[in-house]
């Protein structure tokens, strides 16, 4: 029944699916939608790139999974660029957006749960970016961080506010995250300098739609950018002793940090890999895109793209179902693709301290970033790594790789127990002014340093990362 569904899907018979999965009960309905073929693609992966919209329209009306990438590296919005029909990508692409916001309550849930596992608190923590390209280092951004939890709220000071025309601007900026009588997260931002504050409503289910023309333009970036896919890979990754002295006298390396001593490891087996698909552009595509990027990197305006047409229908690699299944090598049935791979190692080191007048329980800090980052991809890194099986003791210091050529170091500088004061440290200062109030739901695209483009988030899922295939993957 599996094969069934899956040659439905590849020839594009909506009918036929839509008969099929209307005859089931809702948990085969499931099984049906997730199953892979021998290939390891889903239904709606099949039915992507071979760019039948109607067979998509099908298997998402009937919940198909748009994050599934089955056991391919690929999601479906993916194939639906590089195969370039504007509506299919834009039926995806709106599946994404419901999507999110019927996860409102869910991810508030979490959020508040995360929270509560949290002691409260008081962390003052460096963040000091750097590169091994050269001369790069000068540029890249530092931060001092001070954070405070108390029950249901937060608050983050920071010192970095932009990064323009290779410079940092510097000054006080504080976010808030509070829980507002309705039951909804607040995230407030306060700029001291100009004694103006801005509020966004976290994981709102009444964000505002997206209307036409934002929608066009969301859907002419995504057909103008690269699809990329990129992390590190800490899966097989060792803790060594890090050692100091001559040789022959070599002892374990100890260092202090702030009032703690701690033992200092090198980490070993860290990579990151980058994959980038550029089949679906045209060297026009790419330079205007390149140009983009540097205009903004230099806080120049940037140029707003032009419309882009549906692209002409690919030439296959495979056409027919029973090719395509009778193979026993996986025959991509989408657009050939045209991917550029690249891995670097790093070699970080982490500092753990053992010492028993350390006042926070990992547990609880991990609890606490959790928490934070469900608003930030950068935070999630942080604590996916300080939630891994480290050596013994909390980890004060580590390096963490960030972007093929850029790494940054974390180390807590301050920690407490308890928050000393009331709620007023919660709150926004009398005679600020309100600027703009918006609802704010997790955005489906972004851009966050040179290896991430708008097509980044939409291809990302929470079953982690899968081994970067050959061109044929």
């Known amino acids: 029944m599996a094969t069934s569904i899956h040659k439905l899907a590849f020839e594009g018979d909506h ?13 085969e309905v499931s099984t049906l939608l997730e199953s892979v073929d021998k290939h390891g693609c889903t239904p709606l992966l099949l039915a992507t790139m071979k760019n039948q919209r109607k067979a998509v329209q099908v298997l998402m009306e009937h919940g198909a999974d748009l994050g599934n990438k089955g056991d391919r590296i690929w999601p479906p919005i993916a194939e639906a660029i590089s195969v370039g029909d504007r509506e299919t990508i834009k039926d995806i692409y709106l599946g994404h957006d ?11 849930e979490q959020f508040l749960v995360a929270l509560e596992a949290a002691d409260d608190c008081y962390l003052e923590m460096d963040w000091d970016v750097h590169s091994w390209v050269p001369l790069v280092s000068r540029v890249l951004p530092s931060d001092h961080v001070k954070i405070w939890k108390k029950g249901r709220n937060i608050r983050i000071d920071s010192t970095m506010l932009d990064i323009a025309n290779h410079g940092i601007t510097r000054g006080e900026r504080t976010y808030l995250i509070t829980q507002e009588q309705s039951g909804s997260l607040a995230l407030t931002v306060i700029e001291y300098a100009e004694k103006k504050y801005f509020k966004q409503v976290l994981f709102d289910s009444k964000g505002k739609e997206l209307d036409e023309e934002v929608l066009e333009d969301d859907i002419t970036q995504l057909m103008f950018s690269e699809i990329t896919d990129g992390d590190f890979s800490p899966d097989d990754i060792e803790f060594e002793k890090a050692l100091s002295g001559w040789p022959g006298f070599r002892t374990d390396r100890i260092e202090t940090i702030g009032d703690y001593e701690a033992n200092v490891y090198n980490v070993k087996g860290f990579e ?72 670097r190692a790093f070699k970080p080191s982490v500092w753990m301290t053992e010492s028993k007048e350390f006042p926070l329980r990992l547990e609880s800090v991990v609890s606490l970033f959790s928490a934070l980052a469900k608003t930030s991809e950068q935070i999630q890194r942080v604590r996916d790594f300080i939630g891994r099986q480290l050596p013994p003791g909390f980890p004060i210091k580590f390096d963490l790789p960030v972007f093929p050529t850029v790494s940054v170091r974390v180390s807590f500088c301050k920690v407490t127990l308890g928050v000393n004061g009331g709620d007023e440290i919660f709150k926004v200062p009398e005679g600020y002014e309100l600027m703009e109030e918006i609802m704010l739901v997790e955005e489906n695209n972004g851009n966050e340093g040179e290896t991430q483009d708008s097509t980044k988030l939409l291809c990302e899922d929470d079953d982690g990362d899968k081994e970067p295939q050959d061109s044929t993957a």
């Open 98 to 108: 419901k999507l999110i916001k019927s996860k409102v309550q869910e991810k508030t």
């Open 272 to 343: 990151f890999k980058t994959i980038t698909r550029q089949e679906h552009l045209t060297k026009e595509d790419m330079k205007r895109m390149q140009k983009m990027k540097r205009d903004a990197a230099n806080g120049a305006d940037v140029e707003k793209l032009p419309f882009k047409a549906s692209l002409s229908p690919p030439r296959r690699a495979v056409e027919d179902w029973n090719t395509y299944s009778r193979s026993p090598e996986y025959i991509h049935p989408g657009r050939p693709i045209d991917a550029v791979h690249k891995s």
């Open 15 to 27: 009918g036929g699916l839509k008969d099929l999965l209307d005859a089931k009960k809702p948990e």
